[in-house]
DNA sequence: CACACTATTGAGCGATGCTCAATAGTGTGA
DNA sequence: TCACACTATTGAGCATCGCTCAATAGTGTG
């Protein structure tokens, strides 16, 4: 098999076992028998734990990132309204869709690894992203930031509670969409 | 030692060693040799390392919850502005003081541990307790708890900029108390 | 067919999480 | 004072873990 494709099958591996196992329960024995590959093998793609652990925790990021965009052909400064609201609604579906694996994911990776701040890095390119699909300024990123971690709370809380007591999804987006606005206008 | 004393000891240490590892390479022969004893004594207090890892996190989120809790004399109904106030200020010394303590503590404990849901089931304690400082309605208390996560990003955000850069901490806390307001308007 | 290169293996080392039977220490009642 | 019981504590030992490394299987090229 070729760098990539091992590379991808054991991204693949890590993305699903990261939703039922936390990270100190993830063992490098476990996934190399997922992979039907030996560990030494898995320790020449990745030299360390760590790294491997970084990689999954990486792409998992991406993916979500990747999730999330509004539409490439809106006009940042005419379609904002809409970019807004595309992103909250992808936002939340993601979250629903595959909740363990997020909480996994923000509440489970760590601050350290991850380069930087591990995922207040991240959040913050998905700040970024918003503000640029918004046509905002740059001094208001934080802002967004902190809007972020808002929606995600929410979306959390919705995707928690059962379907039959869940407030419409339509009403959870539009609020979210008039909060940024409230926010940036305190 | 007693018990209690020895229990005291070992989660000190933990709370200690959270700051600056995460809790997967955190080991339990550097626990033990930090107190002074053996490994054998260490799992006779906490049969598992999730178990003493759990005990560390659960102590943590009781010291948050006791370091930002507004002073109890004030009445919820009168003083709501006041016990507001006091938690945001607060909110931000904690997170200011051990920054590194809060990042390791919600970003790194897993989602599996403590119980339920973990860091989510601890934004919950503080959410109800604001919603009781100020008397509001339980059905307020989802939008306070998102709040807190808008509170805690903003925290984070603004203690990891060099203190030059940082805006007033009081207009900060300002900012938090009027968006919780401008959000329940929402 | 020989060569070089890469993917892959498996034995093995030290450290880790964890178990358990045995010990040291301390207080209580006779 | 001595024997007893109880609790804190130890240390040997096991299976697994993360990790290293020299050797092998496999594949494409000249």
Redesign the interface.
């Given at each position: 098999m070729s760098q990539d494709d091992r590379r991808r099958q054991l991204l693949g591996i890590g993305l699903r076992m990261l939703v039922e196992?936390?990270?100190?329960e993830l063992s490098i024995d476990d996934v190399a028998a997922e992979a039907g590959i030996s560990r030494g093998l898995l320790f020449h793609y990745y030299p360390t734990k760590t790294d491997y652990y970084d990689a999954v925790v990486g792409a998992a990021c991406r993916r979500v990132l990747r999730n999330i965009a509004p539409d490439a052909d809106l006009d940042p400064v005419a379609d904002a309204g809409t970019a807004l609201r595309q992103f909250v609604e992808r936002f939340y579906a993601q979250i629903d869709r595959r909740r363990?694996f997020y909480?996994?994911l923000?509440?489970?990776?760590?601050?350290?690894?991850l380069g930087g701040?591990?995922?207040?890095s991240h959040?913050m390119s998905v700040a970024r992203r918003v503000a640029d699909a918004m046509g905002l300024a740059d001094d208001q990123v934080?802002a967004v930031?902190?809007?972020?971690?808002?929606?995600?709370?929410?979306a959390?809380?919705w995707s928690?509670t059962p379907h039959g007591d869940r407030v419409d999804l339509e009403e959870e987006v539009a609020?979210c969409c008039?909060?940024l606005g409230?926010?940036l206008?305190?």
């Amino acid at each position: 098999m070729s760098q990539d494709d091992r590379r991808r099958q054991l991204l693949g591996i890590g993305l699903r076992m990261l939703v039922e196992k936390p990270i100190q329960e993830l063992s490098i024995d476990d996934v190399a028998a997922e992979a039907g590959i030996s560990r030494g093998l898995l320790f020449h793609y990745y030299p360390t734990k760590t790294d491997y652990y970084d990689a999954v925790v990486g792409a998992a990021c991406r993916r979500v990132l990747r999730n999330i965009a509004p539409d490439a052909d809106l006009d940042p400064v005419a379609d904002a309204g809409t970019a807004l609201r595309q992103f909250v609604e992808r936002f939340y579906a993601q979250i629903d869709r595959r909740r363990g694996f997020y909480l996994a994911l923000v509440f489970g990776s760590g601050p350290i690894s991850l380069g930087g701040e591990g995922v207040e890095s991240h959040r913050m390119s998905v700040a970024r992203r918003v503000a640029d699909a918004m046509g905002l300024a740059d001094d208001q990123v934080p802002a967004v930031h902190a809007w972020t971690a808002y929606v995600e709370d929410r979306a959390l809380l919705w995707s928690g509670t059962p379907h039959g007591d869940r407030v419409d999804l339509e009403e959870e987006v539009a609020h979210c969409c008039r909060a940024l606005g409230a926010l940036l206008a305190v």
